[in-house]
């Protein structure tokens, strides 16, 4: 088990500091790996042209991008921008 001992908080509220952020980091990471498995299983299935089965994935996506905007992790308008590109991957095309 090896300390960065140049990070180690002295300070008692740079402790909880620390707990607090080494926590928040977890979550904010959970919410980007369920972002880009959610879409890259919608683009994969656009490149093969099941469109049908990218629809039903849609509203999952949707879901976890509004997540991570509201938790600060993407902005709202990065947030729009994706749901917005998704959308378009599963029009039918003509």
Do not use: C, W
């Amino acid at each position: 088990m090896s300390l960065d001992i140049k990070n180690m908080p002295i300070i008692k509220s740079a402790k909880k500091a620390l707990r607090s952020s080494k926590r928040k980091k977890l979550f904010n990471d959970r919410r980007k790996r369920v972002l880009k498995k959610v879409t890259k299983d919608i683009e994969g299935l656009a490149k093969e042209n099941k469109i049908d089965d990218a629809k039903k994935l849609l509203n999952m996506a949707y879901k976890a991008i509004d997540k991570a905007a509201k938790g600060g992790v993407i902005k709202k308008n990065t947030a729009s921008r994706k749901k917005a590109r998704m959308a378009r991957l599963t029009r039918v095309q003509k």
